[in-house]
């Protein structure tokens, strides 16, 4: 059974933070490269970031980039996406996915696995 469980979305203000989780179960996780994607109403499911086991080097969307960080705890099976000066256009259903590629890329089609999706929504 392979689970991905996001947690920590809800409602903010303009320019508040909010830090997502993402817990893994039935997959090894430290050979897991994750990404995190988000949808919104009316809007194609759209790459945020990820970041890479092999490297554990992050890379992000030019629209998130300098406000997001992702970060990886393997002790933890967990993967964190630390949002920053959070704007009402980052209002979306946000999710993680895994694959065990060794250099997965922006598109969907790369990942295996997807977590159910936590909604966040940033009020002006």
């Known amino acids: 059974q392979v689970q991905l469980v996001e947690s920590g979305g809800g409602l903010v203000q303009a320019g508040g933070s909010l830090r997502l989780s993402c817990a893994a179960s039935g997959i090894t996780f430290s050979r897991n490269s994750m990404g995190w994607f988000r949808q919104a109403p009316g809007k194609e499911r759209e790459f945020v970031g990820l970041i890479r086991w092999i490297s554990a080097t992050p890379y992000y969307a030019d629209s998130v980039k300098g406000r997001f960080t992702i970060s990886r705890d393997n002790a933890k099976n967990t993967v964190y996406l630390q949002m920053n000066s959070l704007k009402p256009e980052d209002t979306a259903v946000y999710y993680c996915?895994?694959?065990?590629?060794?250099?997965?890329?922006?598109?969907?089609?790369?990942?295996?696995?997807w977590g159910q999706g936590t909604q966040v929504t940033v009020s002006s």
């Open positions: 996915a895994a694959t065990s590629t060794v250099v997965p890329g922006r598109s969907q089609s790369d990942y295996a696995y």
